[in-house]
């Protein structure tokens, strides 16, 4: 398909790790991205990995690219109340001058309980 | 570093009227991308420009507008407003060509 996929709700548990996951669209994306949206703010851009990667760790920051399957994932250790927002994967496509554009999921709502 | 601005935070306008929203990129970057964000559409690309060229257009009417100065500030215009503009809008920077992209706290437009 045309879109980028991801589940729409995720809860856990605090102290738990949680896994956001993401489908992408186009096998020779060059980056992906996980932004961090909380209510009535902009976008936090909490990681992003180039496509030669399989993976990046950021302290309690994981991402996992699988480009056969064009998938990526976002795992949070340790998750807190703090935590709780709405996750967005993002895809940008082709080479050069195309990398401006980002193309987004419709983002997945973390909710972390006590 | 100073972050990306969007001015003004919150704007309420008539149908009919027009509106202009400006963006400050991150000093050093100079590419602004714009987005709207609306809850049944999700986040939608407007366009994008680099050193005052528009390099990326989205699927909009063309009441939709920008441009760059040389400076790199960004402004939106959307002409003609329609209830169907209110919407939160996003403006992005990077430095040229991919990597890291920062997005402003955005605008929200709100039409009636």
């Known amino acids: 398909g045309e879109d980028v996929e991801q589940s729409l709700f995720l809860s856990v548990r605090e102290g738990d790790s949680s896994v956001i996951n993401c489908t992408y669209t186009d096998s020779s994306s060059t980056y992906l991205y996980w932004y961090k949206q909380e209510p009535g703010a902009g976008l936090q851009l909490l990681t992003y990995i180039f496509s030669n990667m399989d993976m990046k760790q950021d302290q309690r920051l994981t991402v996992l690219l699988n480009k056969k399957d064009k998938h990526l994932s976002l795992r949070i250790a340790d998750t807190q109340t703090g935590d709780s927002a709405i996750y967005f994967c993002?895809?940008?496509?082709?080479?050069?001058?195309?990398?401006?554009?980002?193309?987004f999921g419709r983002g997945t709502q973390l909710t972390v309980w006590p | 570093k100073a972050g990306v601005t969007q001015t003004p935070r919150y704007l309420i306008k008539t149908r009919g009227q027009q509106v202009t929203l400006s963006c400050s990129p991150i000093?050093?970057?100079?590419?602004v991308s714009w987005y709207q964000q609306t809850p049944g559409q999700g986040l939608q690309f407007l366009f994008e420009?680099?050193?005052?060229?528009?390099?990326n257009k989205g699927n909009f009417p063309g009441r939709f507008s920008g441009r760059q100065f040389s400076n790199s500030r960004s402004e939106m215009n959307v002409s003609t407003l329609e209830l169907g503009d209110s919407a939160l809008y996003l403006c992005?920077?990077?430095?040229?060509?991919?990597?890291?992209?920062?997005f402003g706290p955005g605008t929200r437009l709100t039409v009636t």
């Open positions: 420009y680099f050193s005052e060229t528009q390099r």
């Open positions: 000093s050093g970057h100079r590419s």
């Open positions: 993002a895809e940008a496509r082709g080479r050069g001058s195309t990398l401006g554009r980002l193309y």
């Open positions: 992005a920077s990077c430095l040229g060509t991919g990597g890291e992209q920062y």
